[in-house]
């Protein structure tokens, strides 16, 4: 193979790894590609999730199309978005791994915006997966409901932040708490913590979101799995579930 030869079918085979590149280059398309691996989306509950217009969204969706990190599934009107496969979050986790290794700068929009988060204790997935095993520890999914429903830590319980207040007497006293939801960065575990131990309740918060659990091969559940009765138990409750319970 001579020299040009050579050189266009580099030129051809890195512009193609590019398009991946390319793809995932923009700060809204990272936050779609973060709300899509909680689970499928429709364009207008990206718009409502993301705050941009109708049009900015779907120019997004079409960019991750054309790279195919994405899926679209259509039922009536409707158009029903998900990430292509579980490689497509993997590239996106280690985007965020590598940025929050190599760019002080995100350390600082962190602490800009959600303060001094040493002063919430963390836990990781892998002593969470232990705490679980040992039966000591109550896991609240604070997500929206919704997304507890598309996958969840198995064992889990859905609260949702928005709910947990009118729903403390819900959740056993006795037991320490580990809040999740999407991601290391988003802040609805931090809401959580903070509305749980303002009520005098022992909780932290999971480092990661249900994304990287399920990444892990960690035990995980489909649907709409167990709530707690008024009085804190764990027993199952009798209404039909639109989504029977899977594990995987």
């Not at 199309?65 to 996106?92: C, I, K, M, N, P």
């Not at 995980?220 to 995987?248: C, K, W, Y």
Request: positive net charge.
């Amino acid at each position: 193979m001579d020299i040009s030869v050579k050189q266009k079918f580099k030129q051809e085979l890195f512009g193609q790894f590019a398009r991946i590149g390319k793809a995932f280059a923009g700060p809204y398309r990272l936050q779609i590609v973060e709300i899509l691996a909680q689970g499928e989306r429709t364009v207008e509950e990206l718009v409502a999730e993301t705050g941009l217009p109708l049009a900015n969204v779907s120019q997004h969706l079409q960019v991750l199309r054309a790279a195919q990190l994405v899926w679209v599934r259509r039922s009536g009107t409707f158009a029903f978005y998900r990430l292509a496969d579980q490689q497509v979050f993997e590239v996106w986790r280690a985007i965020r791994e590598l940025g929050r290794a190599r760019l002080a700068e995100i350390d600082r929009v962190v602490g800009d915006y959600l303060g001094d988060r040493e002063q919430m204790e963390a836990v990781s997935a892998a002593e969470l997966r232990r705490r679980l095993d040992d039966g000591t520890t109550v896991v609240l999914d604070v997500r929206p409901r919704r997304e507890y429903e598309a996958g969840h830590i198995r064992g889990a319980r859905s609260v949702p932040v928005k709910e947990l207040k009118w729903r403390l007497r819900e959740i056993p006293e006795e037991c320490e708490i580990v809040a999740y939801c999407r991601g290391p960065y988003c802040v609805f575990a931090d809401e959580a913590v903070s509305v749980l131990r303002a009520a005098g309740r022992r909780a932290i918060r999971l480092e990661e979101g249900f994304p990287d659990w399920k990444a892990r091969r960690f035990p995980v559940e489909i649907g709409s799995g167990d709530r707690f009765t008024a009085r804190g138990s764990h027993a199952r409750t009798n209404m039909p579930s639109a989504q029977p319970r899977r594990t995987l």
